[in-house]
């Protein structure tokens, strides 16, 4: 059986077991599945720690904002969220700004 229909549609199934959760699974199981570290599957492809990072800023950083991801995201993924938050903040100011500053 499916835990949810986002593991149907998402997940890796293997002989109608759930081998990679959906995203929403792992993070309610706290990124552990048959006693490994997932971070969630997409369109049944397995999302490693930066895919993850990828997904939730690209497809839900405009709908939640920063601090609710990162209070969503695992521990050791958040330095990487606000790394890249930090620099698409940057590369999305006006092109004014980019002669009177140095990157972060
Ligand atoms: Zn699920």
């Known amino acids: 059986m499916y835990r949810c229909n986002k593991c149907r549609t998402h997940g890796i199934i293997e ?4 081998m990679v ?3 929403g699974c ?3 199981t ?3 599945w048959n006693g490994q570290t997932y971070y969630g599957s997409h369109d049944r492809h397995e999302l490693d720690g930066g895919d993850y990072v990828w997904h939730m800023y690209n497809y839900f950083n405009h709908i939640l904002g920063k ?3 990162l209070n969503v995201l695992p521990q050791e993924l958040q330095s990487d ?3 890249l938050a930090e620099f698409n903040n940057f590369r999305n100011r006006p092109e004014s700004d980019y002669s ?3 990157p972060p």
């Open 15 to 18: 002989n109608d077991r759930v």
């Open 21 to 23: 959760p959906c995203i």
């Open 26 to 28: 792992a993070a309610k």
């Open 30 to 32: 706290d990124w552990t």
């Open 67 to 69: 601090d609710t991801i």
């Open 81 to 83: 969220y606000i790394v």
């Open 100 to 102: 009177s500053s140095s």
